[in-house]
């Protein structure tokens, strides 16, 4: 799983590619953690764009991610989810907690 972060003001958009399972899950929230640290945005932006494949460990990293931003009083947006990825956040309940630019 790679892991890409951009800076924009006081948003954060990170960026996936590859494989988001077991194996990576520890590791991509590793990097977000990081990177949250590091910038404390009010504003972050998962985007799934380059997410080949998800199993349910994409869950548990988004809903850090979500309990982080609202620990920091800042919210989350995930993008450019695609079909197989989003099957696992509607069986979850994702979508009905976390807005999304859905593709």
Do not use: W, Y
């Given at each position: 799983?790679?892991v890409?972060?951009s800076a924009n003001?006081r948003?954060?958009?990170v960026t996936?590619r590859?494989e988001l399972?077991?194996?990576a899950?520890r590791?991509?929230?590793?990097?977000?953690?990081?990177?949250l640290?590091?910038?404390l945005?009010?504003k972050?932006?998962?985007?799934?764009?380059?997410v080949t494949?998800?199993?349910s460990?994409?869950?548990?990293v988004?809903m850090r991610?979500?309990r982080r931003m609202?620990?920091?009083?800042?919210?989350l947006?995930l993008?450019n989810?695609?079909?197989?990825?989003?099957?696992?956040?509607?069986a979850?309940?994702?979508f009905?907690?976390?807005?999304?630019?859905?593709t």
């Amino acid at each position: 799983m790679e892991v890409r972060t951009s800076a924009n003001d006081r948003a954060l958009t990170v960026t996936l590619r590859g494989e988001l399972d077991h194996h990576a899950a520890r590791e991509t929230v590793t990097a977000l953690e990081r990177a949250l640290d590091a910038a404390l945005p009010r504003k972050l932006i998962l985007d799934f764009g380059g997410v080949t494949f998800m199993d349910s460990s994409g869950i548990a990293v988004v809903m850090r991610a979500f309990r982080r931003m609202t620990a920091l009083g800042g919210s989350l947006e995930l993008c450019n989810v695609p079909p197989q990825a989003g099957r696992v956040f509607d069986a979850a309940g994702i979508f009905s907690r976390i807005p999304t630019g859905r593709t």
